[in-house]
């Protein structure tokens, strides 16, 4: 837990951000009669927010498939599975008023088909939208193991499986088995201990979090849940789930592990990723392939637009690579930019961020700004003290591309900036070393 | 426009620092201080910004 100093005053002077990117205005021209937005998710509220902002005052939907207004998913697997936070406090701040921006709300029913030809969205419950300018932002799904389903066993992506978690928390169980030693995985585990459970956490790879850090960070994030008493299992994949006897065969007793051994449990947590929602739009002529393919400007189609956890789109600034991003900060960014997109009649500079997202687990605030890459150093701190800044250089030439921050907020921020300006690695270590 | 900051929801992640670093400023010990309570005009649209890239939504703005 961090603590913070009153506010103080005093004012130095600092050059303020430059900016790579400016907005185009917003023109509610009458070619988008009706605005129709898939996904009452951040990135769709983020959305709506900007068309409104921008002077859109045109028709107006989104739709969702859960029964909830837009709420803020990162606190799920920490302050509201801890119990610290109730279900008021997750709602997204635009929509605490849900009638404040004239949003025709469709919350509770799925999406179930695109047709890009007629351009309309087709209802489970069998209506129609139809829409003059589609912004696709449904998310993605969290993984399950295969095999039938056991009580017991548990995902975090939605409110509801965070609610459900939850209450599984609350009857003190014995012991928490985490698959999957991801973000959520780790902070599942972090939050399960802080409550006082006892937690295994069972990893595949050889460090945790192997899909973004390397081995070595990797390690210290196994180092800090050890230190606070998680059973941490690396390299050994998961055989099969176990259930009980007789009375509890439908009810999961422990994790069967691919050496042999099995992890007791009663509660089990899976973490091992998610998949984009594109489900609904399979035969609608969009290209689908991991998320909506777009281009650099998230246009999957005329008139058609993606953002999210969903969308799938070559960020020039790193290459020509197609990328899908799980963050948050990537959501409302994108949310807001395809808004613009949507709206603009003259040419839109591409949609090229430097990625940030956090986790915090334990009194730890891990910050990771850009991309990882092999050529690694530390320039900042130390792993063993488990304060130190992590920067990562571009194989081909003499350029910072990602930094990792454990517990320094500052530099994460300072980071980022410098691979927005293209530093060097010398610049880097100039400024994020000491 | 005055700035306030709920610090109990406040966990430094110094997104509104990297937005409007003539306001905010994560220091070295990890604490988000306000270097202006009451930014002058030529602010107001990066304070709004870093009002909503607060990943905490932890600040909010007075008339």
Known sequence: MIVFAKPSSGVPSRPSRSKTEQAAPLTATDSLAHIVIVGASLAGMQAAQMLRRGGYDRSLTIIGDEPHYPYDRPPLSKQYLAGSWDESKLRLRAAVDPDELGIDWRIGVPARALELSGSSVMMADGTSIPY???????????????????????????????????????????????????????????????????????????????????????????????????????????????????????????????????????????????????????????????????????????????????????????????????????????????????????????????????????????????????????????MAEQRFVQIYGRPDRDELVGALAWNRPRQAVQARQLIEQRATMAEARETLGG | MKIVVDFDLCESNAVCMGIAPEVFEVRDDDFLYILDENPGPELHDRVREAVERCPKQAITLED
Not at chain 1, 189 to 217: F, H, N, Q, Y
Not at chain 1, 219 to 236: C, F, P, T, W
Not at chain 1, 303 to 322: I, K, T
């Open chain 1, 132 to 382: 003059d300018g589609l912004i696709i932002a449904t998310g993605a799904s969290a993984r399950r193991l295969p095999g039938p389903d056991l009580e017991g066993v548990y995902v975090v992506r939605s409110l509801d499986d965070a609610r459900a978690l939850r209450d599984a928390f609350d009857a003190e169980p014995k012991r928490v088995a985490v698959i999957g030693a991801g973000f959520i995985g780790a902070e599942v585990a972090a939050t399960a201990r802080e409550r006082g459970l006892e937690v295994t956490m069972i990893e595949a790879a050889k460090s945790p979090l192997g899909r973004v850090l390397d081995t070595a960070a990797g390690l210290a994030i196994a180092d800090l849940h050890r230190s606070h008493g998680v059973d941490v299992r690396l390299g050994v994949g998961v055989h099969s789930l176990v259930s009980g006897e007789g009375a509890g065969a439908h009810t999961v007793a422990g994790v069967a592990l691919a050496d042999g051994t099995v992890v007791e449990a009663d509660v089990v947590v899976v973490g091992i990723g998610v998949t984009p929602n594109t489900g609904w739009l399979e035969g609608s002529g969009l290209t689908i392939d991991d998320g909506v393919v777009c281009d650099e400007t998230c246009l999957a189609a005329p008139g058609v637009v993606a953002a999210g956890d969903v969308a799938r789109w070559p960020n020039v600034r790193f290459g020509e690579q197609l990328t899908r991003v799980e963050q948050w900060d990537n959501a409302v960014d994108q949310g807001a930019y395809v808004a613009r997109r949507l709206l603009a009649e003259d040419e839109v500079a591409p949609f090229a961020p430097v990625p940030w997202f956090w986790s915090d687990q334990y009194d730890r605030k891990i910050q990771l700004a850009g991309m990882p890459t092999s050529s690694a150093e530390v320039v900042h701190g130390s």
